[in-house]
């Protein structure tokens, strides 16, 4: 009988899932409390890594390499704040609570982030990066690095094992570059003229391109004069100038418009240019000259369009003036030198050149600024500063006030009274262009354009290379990626001008990009950030 009441009961079955349930509670309700917990750290690890992303690209954005790149940089990063939920655990079963990731500048206590600024990062990922590549230094820093602090949530699951709550630290980092590059400038750089002849060595290539930006910070380019060669030699250097290839096409009359309409249909990256190979002397002549109101060439027939419109001040020492001066450059002379103090002469006229490499530079800010204004305009040439007080392209850095003012400051100063463009050297140029028909131009009147639409045609915006190191590791043979140390903004003092087989432009340095510049190439840059950790 007991036997037989045992045996019903061990065969009974009824009530066997409620056991197992009771039984497997605490490691159902144990798992749910994890996967909450899982919930909640990957939650805040992603808004903690959401927000270091942002910052991180908001402060690499301003690191240009000019002198208040840290400090902008760091504004930058202040501005962005945002949310992390379930920081913190809360009372109770609480999921946890909302921070604001923020940043202040001399503040660390009061900020849930760190920022660090760096030269470079290593070449793997997986390397921690060294104090070593830390920079304090805006010209270095070209990296920025932002640490969320660790953020400690308290656990929901018992961790470990004791019915205790415990807490796990959330952190995250994000490392962005600044990358810029140029867009509708005139397809052309110039090998920098700080740059040692025959340089092959990586250092002397490093100190080339900080000579170039501590030299015009300092004033030493304001008002000089370089003359910059053309060459199809696969060994350019100093005082020499080539192309950047255009993705319009290949050849000497699309390289001729990309020239004469500074629009090449690309932006070049800083790092990553491609070269065009090939001697393209007249393309210089024929495509840059537009901007001066001479169509010659392939260029007669788009005398009309507004796309090669010449610039509002075109004095240049033309030997003809009227119609016969839009047919080419024929500059009045006295041996080989541009200018005529009895008939009419060129901004930049009378400087005191030295050889350069391929082309000429000026030994100082020494060019004629007194007789020019006596020949083109008449009477006594404006003090410096009243030049200066129109319009400045004097490094406000390098102090003090420069002996002379730049021709480009002249010619500001020119533009702005229509007295002075109309006014006639002694052969009868003027600084107007001549407009209608025949060989000048016909197209839509120019005061049509507003200033930002007609823009500065004898302005040219281009790439400075250290082309002996480039040259030396092959990176100038067309199809190759050039490394400028630079963009440029330059004035063209004269019109090309044919040399046997070459062609040269005569220019003066207004500006460049990073270290030392005046911050006036931000139209023409696009400026961008990547996360690269």
């Given amino acids: 009988m007991l036997s037989r009441v045992i045996r019903r009961f061990w065969n009974d079955h009824r009530g066997y899932v409620i056991a197992l349930t009771l039984i497997a509670m605490p490691m159902l309700l144990g798992f749910s409390l994890l996967i909450i917990d899982v919930g909640r750290s990957s939650n805040l690890h992603t808004d903690l890594q959401n927000a270091v992303d942002a910052m991180a690209l908001a402060g690499a954005r301003e690191l240009d390499g000019r002198d208040d790149a840290i400090s902008r940089a760091q504004t930058a990063i202040e501005k962005i704040a945002n949310s992390a939920a379930f920081s913190g655990g809360g009372a109770g079963m609480s999921l946890g609570s909302h921070i604001t990731v923020a940043y202040h500048a001399g503040n660390d206590a009061g900020s849930t982030v760190t920022v660090l600024f760096l030269k470079s990062i290593p070449a793997n990922d997986d390397t921690p990066i060294p104090s070593s590549m830390q920079t304090t230094a805006a010209n270095d820093a070209s990296y920025a690095w932002v640490i969320a602090k660790p953020q400690a949530m308290q656990t929901i699951f018992p961790v470990p094992v004791g019915f205790t709550r415990d807490t796990i630290n959330i952190a995250a980092d994000a490392v962005a570059v600044y990358h810029a590059s140029a867009c509708d400038i005139t397809p052309i750089f110039i090998c920098n003229p700080y740059e040692p002849a025959g340089n092959t060595s990586p250092a002397a290539n490093e100190q080339a391109a900080a000579d170039l930006h501590t030299n015009f910070a300092a004033g030493n380019l304001y008002g000089r004069q370089i003359e910059m060669y053309s060459t199809s030699s696969s060994s350019p250097g100093p005082g020499n100038f080539g192309f950047l290839r255009t993705p319009l096409g290949n050849g000497a009359s699309v390289m001729a418009d990309a020239l004469a309409t500074g629009n090449p249909g690309a932006c070049y990256t800083?790092?990553?240019?491609?070269?065009?190979?090939?001697?393209?002397?007249?393309?210089v002549e024929d495509g840059v000259n537009t901007r001066f109101g001479i169509y010659?060439?392939?260029?007669?027939?788009?005398?009309?369009d507004g796309r090669y419109r010449p610039a509002q001040n075109v004095r240049s020492a033309q030997k003809q003036t009227g119609q016969n001066g839009c047919k080419a450059y024929d500059p009045v002379l006295v041996g080989s030198t541009v200018g005529d103090v009895t008939k009419a002469v060129p901004l930049g006229y009378g400087a005191a050149m030295s050889p350069l490499g391929g082309g000429k530079i000026s030994t100082s800010n020494n060019w004629n600024y007194a007789n020019y204004w006596t020949v083109a305009q008449g009477g006594t040439a404006p003090s410096v500063s009243a030049i200066l007080s129109n319009y400045s392209s004097y490094p406000p850095q390098a102090g003090g006030t420069p002996s002379r003012p730049s021709a480009y400051d002249v010619y500001r100063y020119e533009l702005n009274t229509a007295a002075l463009l109309n006014h006639a050297s002694a052969n009868g140029e003027i600084g107007n262009p001549t407009t209608g028909g025949g060989q000048c131009y016909s197209g839509p009147a120019l005061s049509n354009y507003t200033a930002g639409e007609y823009g500065d045609r004898r302005e040219i915006f281009a790439a400075i290379v250290n082309c002996g190191y480039e040259a030396s590791v092959d990176h100038l043979n067309g199809h190759k990626q050039t490394?400028?140390?630079?963009?440029?903004?330059?004035?063209?003092?004269?019109?090309?001008?044919?040399?046997g087989n070459e062609r040269y432009l005569s220019l003066e340095v207004i500006d460049i990009s990073g270290k030392g510049g005046r911050g006036t190439l931000e139209d023409f840059l696009r400026e961008e950030a990547e996360l690269v950790r």
Avoid at 270 to 282: R, V
Wanted: charge should be positive; charged fraction near 25%.
């Fill in 483 to 499: 490394q400028a140390v630079a963009f440029a903004r330059m004035f063209m003092t004269k019109p090309a001008i044919k040399a």
């Fill in 296 to 304: 010659q060439g392939s260029f007669k027939g788009l005398r009309n």
């Fill in 270 to 283: 800083k790092d990553k240019l491609d070269t065009e190979t090939g001697a393209m002397a007249g393309p």
